[in-house]
């Protein structure tokens, strides 16, 4: 097995440290913030001293390719965006405290993202589209390294995908900005050109985002450990679990404690290394 180790600043001391620790045969630089240490001998306390070096670590087979996978499945919010779109209608609609404070309690899977979903839209009655435009102009931000792990994936021949629990309003854009090949999420029911504080449909929450998933799986011939997911929530823990490799992309605890990998200092870049490309 290949220990990658990542990190915003990784020092040489620790990666000796590290190599010694593991009892790796080698290191092997993949990029400034991603190093390989190659046939590592043991774990113990890996775990440990890279939590106290703010450094990202994975486990992984020498022979993962990236190659091998044929689909990448994202959440939108806090995993593909930095923001929480929903929080950032509402503070336009100077409500932001309200909403982000039920946002938290979802992704900490206090409450279920269906009664979760349901009071926050219901907050934003009477918000007009152009809110919406707003913040896909203004505010929507990529993750930090977003467009380089896509760029790679599809290089790879992988499918992309968005699954959010969010809007259908934003879901489409990300869609044709990014050029992905699918996308999922809830719809505002509109009326006058103002939201009217309900859903349209069956709720796409938890058990929701694992469907879709596992419907595009159908449509493309493919298999769960054909599939890469990644997120941030509780609501993303469906979605992982039904792919063959999941990814906890700076986290909660509970997502963490069930993925196959966590990303908790580096971006969606930090993805594509540990993957042979």
């Given at each position: 097995?290949?220990?990658?180790?990542?990190?915003?600043?990784?020092?040489?001391?620790?990666?000796?440290?590290?190599?010694?620790?593991a009892?790796?045969?080698?290191?092997?630089?993949?990029s400034?913030?991603?190093?390989?240490?190659?046939?590592?001998k043991q774990?113990?306390?890996?775990?440990?001293?890279?939590?106290e070096?703010?450094?990202?670590?994975?486990i992984?087979?020498?022979?993962?390719?990236?190659?091998?996978?044929?689909?990448?499945?994202?959440?939108?919010?806090s995993t593909?965006?930095?923001?929480?779109?929903?929080?950032e209608?509402?503070?336009?609609?100077?409500?932001?405290?309200?909403?982000?404070?039920?946002?938290?309690?979802?992704?900490?899977?206090?409450i279920?993202?269906?009664?979760?979903?349901?009071?926050?839209?219901?907050?934003?009655?009477g918000?007009?589209?152009?809110?919406?435009?707003?913040?896909f102009?203004?505010?929507?931000?990529?993750?930090?390294?977003?467009?380089?792990?896509?760029k790679?994936?599809?290089?790879?021949?992988?499918?992309?995908?968005?699954?959010?629990?969010?809007?259908?309003?934003?879901?489409d854009?990300?869609?044709?900005?990014?050029?992905?090949?699918?996308?999922?999420?809830?719809?505002?029911?509109?009326?006058?050109?103002?939201?009217?504080?309900?859903?349209?449909?069956?709720?796409?929450?938890?058990?929701?985002?694992?469907?879709?998933?596992?419907?595009?799986?159908?449509?493309?011939?493919?298999?769960?450990?054909?599939?890469?997911a990644?997120?941030?929530?509780?609501?993303?823990?469906?979605?992982?679990?039904?792919?063959?490799?999941?990814?906890?992309?700076?986290?909660?605890?509970?997502?963490?404690?069930?993925?196959?990998?966590?990303?908790?200092?580096?971006?969606l870049?930090?993805?594509?290394?540990?993957?042979?490309?």
């Amino acid at each position: 097995m290949h220990l990658i180790i990542q990190g915003i600043e990784v020092e040489n001391y620790d990666l000796r440290s590290l190599a010694k620790l593991a009892s790796a045969d080698e290191i092997e630089k993949i990029s400034g913030q991603a190093f390989r240490l190659k046939n590592i001998k043991q774990q113990e306390g890996v775990s440990n001293y890279c939590n106290e070096a703010s450094l990202d670590y994975a486990i992984v087979r020498p022979d993962q390719n990236l190659s091998d996978y044929k689909l990448i499945a994202m959440d939108m919010d806090s995993t593909l965006l930095t923001i929480e779109s929903i929080d950032e209608i509402a503070d336009i609609h100077h409500i932001k405290q309200q909403v982000a404070e039920i946002t938290l309690k979802t992704m900490r899977g206090e409450i279920s993202f269906e009664e979760s979903l349901t009071k926050r839209t219901a907050l934003l009655r009477g918000v007009h589209i152009d809110a919406l435009q707003k913040v896909f102009d203004e505010r929507m931000q990529l993750s930090p390294g977003a467009e380089f792990m896509l760029k790679k994936a599809k290089a790879a021949g992988l499918k992309t995908m968005v699954i959010s629990g969010g809007f259908t309003f934003f879901t489409d854009r990300i869609k044709e900005k990014l050029q992905l090949d699918f996308a999922a999420a809830n719809t505002f029911e509109i009326q006058d050109n103002k939201l009217t504080g309900k859903v349209l449909g069956k709720i796409l929450g938890r058990e929701g985002k694992a469907e879709v998933l596992n419907d595009v799986c159908g449509k493309l011939g493919i298999t769960r450990d054909q599939v890469i997911a990644i997120g941030d929530g509780a609501n993303d823990l469906d979605m992982l679990a039904a792919a063959g490799v999941s990814i906890a992309y700076h986290a909660k605890p509970v997502v963490q404690q069930q993925a196959t990998y966590s990303l908790n200092y580096v971006g969606l870049d930090g993805v594509v290394n540990l993957f042979n490309q």
